[in-house]
């Protein structure tokens, strides 16, 4: 997994279609589509949304799993969480697992310029009552271990996945994730390899 991985992952990373539920921790964002691909198996749509302070953009993807809305959720907790299900170019730790509120250190390999790391808070919130299932992530900056040596620290990354039932049986679902890797790295490649980021959750889903 070469550098096309290597900056999104650091969130751990996006409207067309009516949701039945808005995320309850959505981001702030003047959305815009990007693009929509319906020619798959997993048709999706994607789109950008400038954040106030930042130099990159957040991002939100939209699609429907032909699959029960636990399994969804439960799928996407092993893509966050899971350090064996961590990208070749990340090393993954899963620092506590409390509850339902996952705690996890992730150091990502940068070709060419510094590493980065993140501690994310990932939690999850149920609510049986609408049929609806949240996932939301921040990272946390007095938790984890220290920095590693010639590693840039990412201190503003967030992001949710929300997923609702339909009455057919399968899962509408949005992911967003803002992430800021901070540093000197080029904007327009950062930008390219965050979309692409975001797009490849749905997939590993």
Do not use: C, K
Not at 95 to 112: A, D, K, M, Q
Not at 162 to 174: K, P
């Amino acid at each position: 997994m070469g550098w096309r991985r290597s900056i999104g992952v650091a969130s751990g990373s996006l409207l067309a279609f009516a949701m039945l539920l808005e995320p309850v921790h959505a981001i702030e964002a003047q959305w815009e589509l990007r693009e929509r691909n319906e020619d798959s198996d997993q048709a999706y749509a994607v789109y950008e949304g400038q954040i106030p302070g930042s130099a990159y953009p957040a991002y939100r993807v939209e699609t429907t799993f032909n699959a029960p809305i636990a399994h969804s959720m439960e799928a996407a907790i092993r893509v966050l969480v899971n350090p064996s299900r961590a990208p070749g170019n990340q090393q993954r730790t899963l620092l506590s697992n409390e509850g339902g509120v996952y705690l996890v250190h992730t150091v990502i390999e940068v070709p060419f310029f510094s590493d980065r790391d993140v501690t994310v808070r990932v939690e999850r919130i149920e609510d049986p009552a609408v049929n609806a299932m949240e996932l939301r992530w921040r990272a946390v900056t007095d938790e984890g271990p220290p920095t590693p040596v010639e590693t840039v620290r990412i201190t503003r990354s967030e992001g949710s996945w929300s997923f609702s039932r339909l009455e057919t049986g399968q899962t509408r679902a949005v992911y967003e994730n803002h992430t800021d890797v901070g540093g000197r790295l080029p904007s327009w490649l950062v930008v390219s390899m965050l979309r692409e980021e975001a797009i490849s959750q749905i997939v590993q889903v």
